[in-house]
């Protein structure tokens, strides 16, 4: 990505809510539209456990700086991941042991394109042109049978173990994630959530609420998830971060020097 690219600015929101059930809230969400970071953790382990691991992660990245490259912002992003999970993994032992950690969800932007790096259940959405498309894909024990072909979507659905993660930050020695990465386009719409929302939204409804309510603003459509969730339930802590990309065109002095033959006509 060289300094004459596409870039974007960004509309950014977040809320979080403990929900009915929980004492207290082990997610942790940030946006920090500087480095171009937006990221949902959900932490598990219980108080002083959970909340730690979702901290840790989201205070870790808060000092990613300002990337010259999506490259370089990748490497930052993991590498303060890598100490943000040794810290997790050295407080579940001064705890006595047991599982400490906590799901990632996150989008990385530079210039014109994205990465999206992912552990556990919380999840990446894209709202573009009027369609939704889950960009992550769960790190879980439902999500592998059902890819295996062993289990079917309705079966799915009502599957006991369907919440046990097979993946997570602070639960082994180095972190793993699955990276997406692709190309950004104007107008478009990131949904970052854990699955405290996800259990009472499905796909189809949260693509209706976004394409009903293309011009209410993000703190507005954060607090009508987040609400709704709590109404139907709230047995999970609820966390929400929407961001829209804005393309922005190039000011003068950078036209001016990526077409010198047209310098004084512009």
Not at 11 to 20: N, P, T
Not at 27 to 36: I, P, Q, W
Not at 224 to 231: D, G, K, L, N, R
Not at 233 to 244: A, E, W
Request: with cysteine; net charge negative.
């Amino acid at each position: 990505m060289t300094d004459l690219g596409r870039r974007f600015r960004f509309d950014s929101a977040l809320k979080s809510d403990v929900g009915r059930v929980r004492k207290i809230n082990e997610d942790s969400a940030l946006c920090l539209t500087d480095s171009g970071i937006w990221v949902v953790a959900d932490g598990m382990g219980g108080h002083a456990a959970g909340d730690f691991a979702s901290q840790t992660i989201t205070g870790m990245l808060e000092t990613v700086g300002v990337p010259v490259s999506l490259d370089d912002l990748k490497v930052r992003f993991m590498e303060r991941l890598s100490l943000a999970n040794a810290r997790i993994i050295a407080h579940a032992q001064s705890l006595g042991g047991g599982t400490v950690g906590a799901t990632l969800a996150s989008v990385l932007i530079h210039g014109d394109r994205f990465a999206c790096v992912w552990s556990g259940d919380s999840r990446v959405y894209r709202f573009r042109a009027g369609q939704l498309m889950q960009i992550s894909r769960d790190h879980t024990e439902v999500q592998a049978l059902l890819d295996a072909g062993s289990i079917t979507e309705d079966q799915a659905a009502n599957w006991p173990r369907k919440n046990v993660i097979t993946r997570a930050i602070g639960v082994t020695d180095i972190p793993q994630c699955d990276v997406v990465e692709d190309v950004l386009l104007d107008r478009d719409l990131f949904l970052i959530c854990s699955d405290g929302l996800t259990e009472y939204y499905e796909n189809d409804e949260i693509a209706s609420v976004l394409a009903a309510s293309p011009d209410t603003d993000l703190d507005s459509l954060c607090a009508q998830f987040v609400s709704t969730a709590v109404e139907r339930g709230g047995k999970d802590n609820i966390s929400v971060v929407l961001f829209r990309c804005h393309e922005t065109p190039p000011d003068r002095q950078e036209a001016l020097w990526a077409f010198p033959e047209f310098e004084g006509t512009l």
